[in-house]
């Protein structure tokens, strides 16, 4: 999978992308993360991104011509690319769009900046995915966690230690109570199934208790998976 990111701050990336799962993604070439900076598609003195809102306002505005020159770039370079700007605004990121965008070969990551982005050049790049419900100051951060989650579900990206066909339960995001040595830690035991060897009552063990742990932490989650034949 080819990443390409349009940003102010090139010099974030690859940042924490550059470790872990990733970091091994980009290594063996499974994996591509080109950071673009967004002031190389000016062409005035003053490389200029941004300017004041008409109609008056707070803070600046990300102009549409250089991003629009970037993205037209992409988009006639590779007629499959598929352009996202990172913006509170957005559809909200989550597990189903990781898995959505992981099967693109190429994405184009817009990270918004100061106050907002032109809308001429919202509605042409035409897609928004938010991180959640929060405002951060720029998309970068949310840009390094959409290549997070969707890098690791790339074929071949996960070693067999850390293999999706084991997750389950992760799959959602809820584990079952894991443990490791020593059995009794401070008086407190691992429980006996675990212990017991028997793989198919530690299976059914760990199915409850993550299922469990949804309905308790989130019923909302836990309805929708019931509706899908889950909890
Ligand atoms: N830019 C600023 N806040 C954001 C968010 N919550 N998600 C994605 N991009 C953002």
Redesign the pocket.
Known sequence: MRVDVLTLFPEAFPGPLGIGVVGRAIERGLLSVTAHDLRGYTHDRHRQVDDIPFGGGPGMVLKPEPLLEAVRGFRSQDAVSRVIL???Q?RT?DQEVARELAAEPHLVLVC?RYQGVDERAREEIGEE???????????EL?AMVVVEAVARLVPGTLGSQESLTEETFTDRGFEPPLYTRPAVFEGREVPEVLRSGNHAAIERWRREQSDERMRRRRPDMARDAAQIGGV
């Open positions: 990172l913006s509170p957005g990121f918004g995915l938010s991180i959640g419900d929060y405002v951060l100051s720029g998309g949310a």
